[in-house]
């Protein structure tokens, strides 16, 4: 997946040299060096190897699940009648807000399953449905129990304005400043935060909220991402850029404006075609624009009860394709090398020496493969930080 080669990089008869968790050469088998000849062998015959895969964008660790919402939706409810009546993001609070640690990290665990069963290694992972400092706590605790109950590297990220919460109905700017800051600050005293993210929207908060909570981000020196444009256009992503985030998430409603600020900034965009298929929204985000303006695109599951309960991150692949007309070649680098960028990881989402050996191998030929099955697992093996 290096940039500026061959097609997706590919390299044909391949070897990749390991050394504990690392890489430290790939290239053409006939060209193996001399110092790595002799070192043990396995040989994955005529597979495709990958970078490991990387899920940008999660909401893995929640209480419930809104399956009678969706039975409300296909009754003609929709997602903001929903929201608007104290359902939607706030049911998930409640179920949220009164399980135990065990008991979100019990049920996170097996959609983290079904990602690394497709050869996912790193998930990012956001707070967001507590709205109050214990459950924020509760949950970015149990989003980092995740990385050490399973071989697999979590990010999280602090997303405390997410919805305005019961208490604070009418009264956003009194949650930001009397909730959602302070959590923020307490959280990242703890080390819980890698990010910090929001959700700049009509039900959610909006560009000038948003901008209370990404100066203490930048206070502390944490990174910064954004569900903008998701429904509307409140110049969200614009916003994200002026601070120089590290992406736009969701962005059906983006404008030219808004890409090219995000070029701008060097802010990656992340699709997320799970949110727009169960939505059945019909705007799709202005993927050639981007494309023009070389915005990178990663593509994530946005793995959430509501808007996207969406656990395959090549089905995502296949939605990026066929949902939004993106090819297989960016589809595969939206969730390895782009994915990466979206994360501000640098170690991993390409194979080249000095990264992490984290790998995925493929019963496949060709990599757009990957991209075409609809729900189907071809994962031989995977490897993170070179171990099975
Ligand atoms: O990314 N857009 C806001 N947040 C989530 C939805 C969360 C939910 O509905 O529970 C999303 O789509
Ligand atoms: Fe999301």
Redesign the pocket.
Known sequence: MSEGGTPYGLCQDAAIAVDGPKIVWVGAQHDVPPEHIGWPVEDFGARLITPALIDAHT?VVFGGNRAAEFEMRLNGASYEDIARAGG??LS?VNATRSASEETLLANALPRVDALIAEGVCTIEVKSGYGLDTETEMKMLRVARRIGEARPVRIKTTFLGA?AVPPNYVGRPDDYIREVCIPTLRTAHAEGLVDAVDG?C?GIAFTPVQIAQVFDVAKELGLPIKL?AE?LSNLGGAQLAASYGAMSAD?IEYLDAEGVSAMAKAGTTAVL?PG?FYTLRETQVPPVDLLRRHQVPMALAT?C?????PLTSLLLTMNMGCTLFRLTPEEALAGVTRNAARALGITDAGTLAPGQRADLAIWNVNHPAELAYRVGFNPLHKRLFGGIT
């Open positions: 909401h939607g993001i998930t997410h959700f929207e569900h998701q969701h997320l949110a946005d959430n009860p509501g808007s996207s």
